[in-house]
């Protein structure tokens, strides 16, 4: 027997039950599912990626072959002896122009092994391996084919044994925006984390497995994936609510606008009357079947309340980013945002006494009862939790916008009151005089306050801004950040990626940036789940941070159905400079700059038609210029911040830069 399949350390042997992304077989065409997307064959097939065909596909040089003992996903593996000259290879055909993403989760006895891709002849890209012992997934980026080109994926070997399992092909991101600035780490952090996101993006029509997970690693069957993105553990063949919401943005920087929508319309779909109105929990790559580890029968199955109002807020968000109208006009969409926030708030209402207010709760019994947080490590029995309440008040904020989108004032107006009723009540019977550990946090079903840390359902509150602006959410920000500094911080690197969103939306620039780079930095430890992998190989990380980024650090916030771009520097201390190029929102691309907190430029790069820039500035300034003239001194007060703004019209190919002083 070779080393390579002799040599690996026997912990290693928990990876054993990871995903097979098998995707094999010729593509057929995909029905129309919940998703509402006719399906399409895959434009460019890898047969056999998995290897559980053994080596159907593949071409193998002496010193290579097919294995069974240590796989990272199924029964199979291929492997390479060390030394050089030897080499594992298929060649696809393109049937069509494209440039796509090429994923293997790689493991290495030794330096200098190589993952390549070639097109016609000619090394397009490529990564030199480092000796890594545990599996790591490795991509090739952005490799452009014209139709009738030929393009060879291969494994070269090097100083020690590799062995490689489970590829994927992924569509390019429709959008590349590039960054630079005065700090090289943000600039790192960006284009790993937008290569990292975009490998995780299914190219529509391709078949795979459905069902799979750490207890079940050949799944139940396959299916024809329609598009979508992956939203969960990498070992499991679906994508969840959760990570979905969590996701959105960077997905929506990323121009993902047709996985975006096609995830969120399965989910409202899945939300029906036998569940009560829950969507379901998560879903298979087929935008169709509930993925089965989590979903047992109608009435059993994981179900958190926070979900159903996320996925309102995200869909909002969605339409700001694509200026999409089917948003507005689709009626499963439409539906699925007046149940959960109706009908899905009446039905589970029922422990708490909350007065003339609703209060969306959960059962205090467990994830397939129905939890009122998103805090599945705790034990309490939660009626409504932190989370819970304050997803709720942005599903109602959501829900007016997209109403007056709709040129509905009365429904907008309704969703207004509600709003600001929910907020007036958690402000009151919530807050009280506590602070800091002894703001409440949750109720029990048993009517009892709950203080403390909650990780979930004590950060979402500042988070979802239902906490009023002012010395009480600044001292609750403060303990957040200790206790997540701490002896309270999550094990998950995926609760923490939750934390650069809260200090951002609560202008903490300095705190957020230091928990992207938390975040970032330990992108090569262990996850907690030893099947998972690396923290960097989950996929909520890399998707988090892209959208921080933007969203965060560069203070943009789109509206593309009314060609209106918001922006406000929260550059860190010691980041002179940020600029964004290729920044896409709708049908148009930007460049946006910001000098400090006091200096932004906005270019309108393509596309035809103009926008109102929205530029802020935190403070009350005493004067404001476009383009070096005076204009006059406006200020607003949004969440307890004043702003200093000016809104100037830019047309395409012109450039606009506002400066306070």
């Known amino acids: ?61 002496a010193g290579t072959g097919v294995a069974a003992n240590l796989p990272h996903g199924g029964r199979r593996l291929v492997y390479l002896d060390a030394g050089a000259g030897k080499k594992v290879s298929q060649t696809l055909t393109a049937r069509g122009r494209g440039s796509y993403d090429v994923s293997a989760w790689i493991a290495a006895g030794g330096a200098r092994g190589r993952f390549t891709a070639r097109v016609n002849g000619t090394e397009r ?18 490799i452009a084919l014209a139709p009738g080109d030929r393009l060879e994926i291969a494994f070269e070997s090097g100083d020690g044994w590799l062995n490689a399992d489970d590829l994927m092909l992924s569509p390019a991101a429709p959008a590349d925006p590039r960054l630079s600035s005065s700090d090289p780490k943000i600039v790192e952090m960006f284009d790993w984390a937008k290569r990292k996101a975009n490998s995780w993006v299914h190219l ?28 969960g553990y990498a070992n499991r063949s679906g994508y969840y ?6 996701q959105l943005s960077g997905a929506g920087v990323l121009g993902l606008h047709a996985e975006n929508k096609a995830m969120l319309r399965t989910f409202a779909a899945s939300a ?23 979903y047992r029968s109608p009435s059993l199955f994981v179900r958190e309340v926070p979900a159903p109002f996320e996925l309102v807020q995200k869909a909002e968000e969605a339409y700001r980013w694509s200026g999409d109208r089917s948003y507005l006009t689709d009626p499963v969409l439409w539906d699925f945002y007046r149940h959960a926030t109706g ?15 609703k209060v969306a709760e959960g059962t205090g019994k467990g994830i397939f009862q129905g939890t009122a947080s998103y805090n599945e490590q705790s034990d309490e029995p939660l009626a409504e939790a932190g989370d819970g309440i304050g997803a709720q008040y942005r599903a109602y904020t959501a829900m007016a916008s997209l109403a007056r989108a709709k040129r509905d004032g009365a429904l907008a ?45 004590s950060w979402f509150m500042p988070l979802k801004q239902i906490m009023e602006p002012g010395p009480r959410r600044e001292a ?104 964004v190029e290729d920044l896409r929102v709708g049908r148009s691309g930007f460049s946006l700059r910001h000098d400090g907190k006091r200096r932004s430029v906005l270019e309108n790069t393509s596309g035809s038609e103009r926008w109102t820039w929205e530029a802020r500035f935190p403070g009350t300034w005493s004067s404001i210029t476009v383009n070096g003239v005076p204009v006059p001194v406006r200020t607003k007060v949004v969440d307890g911040t004043t702003y200093t703004y000016a809104t100037p019209s830019v047309a395409p190919g012109r450039t606009a830069a506002v400066e306070v002083r």
């Open 1 to 61: 027997m070779t080393r390579s399949r002799t040599t690996l350390p026997t912990a290693l042997a928990l990876l054993a039950p990871l995903l097979p992304l098998t995707l094999v077989g010729t593509p057929a065409a995909a029905q129309d599912g919940p998703a509402g997307h006719p399906g399409r064959p895959a434009p460019l097939t890898l047969v056999n990626p998995g290897f559980e065909q053994d080596g159907v596909g593949w071409r193998f040089t």
């Open 125 to 142: 890209a490529a990564l030199d391996l480092p000796a890594e012992a545990a599996y790591r997934r490795r991509t090739l980026s952005r």
């Open 204 to 231: 529509p029509g391709t078949r795979g497995p459905l069902n799979v997970d750490e207890n079940n690693t050949g799944g139940s069957g396959t299916g024809t994936y329609g598009p979508s993105y992956w939203a």
């Open 241 to 246: 609510s959760r990570d979905t919401a969590h």
């Open 272 to 294: 029906t009357a036998e569940h009560k109105f829950y969507p379901v929990w998560a879903l298979n790559f087929d935008n169709r079947n509930p993925l089965s580890i989590d």
């Open 343 to 357: 009908e899905f708030v009446d039905l589970h209402d029922g422990l708490k006494d909350n007065g003339a207010v």
């Open 413 to 457: 107006a309704a969703y207004d009151a509600r709003a600001r009723e929910l907020k007036a009540y958690f402000n009151t019977v919530w807050s009280g005089t506590g602070s800091g550990a002894d703001t409440i946090r949750g109720w029990t079903t048993d009517g009892r306050p709950v203080t403390g840390w909650g990780k979930e359902n």
């Open 476 to 579: 609750y920000l403060d303990y957040i950040d200790r206790q997540a500094s701490g002896d309270g911080r999550p094990d998950n690197i995926e609760a923490l990626t939750y934390l650069p969103d809260t200090f951002f939306s609560n202008n903490r620039a300095d705190t957020a940036w230091k928990w992207m780079q938390h975040v970032y930095d330990h992108k090569d430890a262990q996850h907690v789940n030893t099947a998972q992998g690396a923290n960097g190989d989950y996929p909520e990380v890399s998707f988090s941070l892209v959208g921080q980024t933007v969203e965060g650090l560069l203070g943009v916030t789109p509206d593309a159905p009314e060609r209106r771009l918001t922006t406000q520097s929260r550059l860190p201390s010691g980041m002179d400079w940020l600029k």
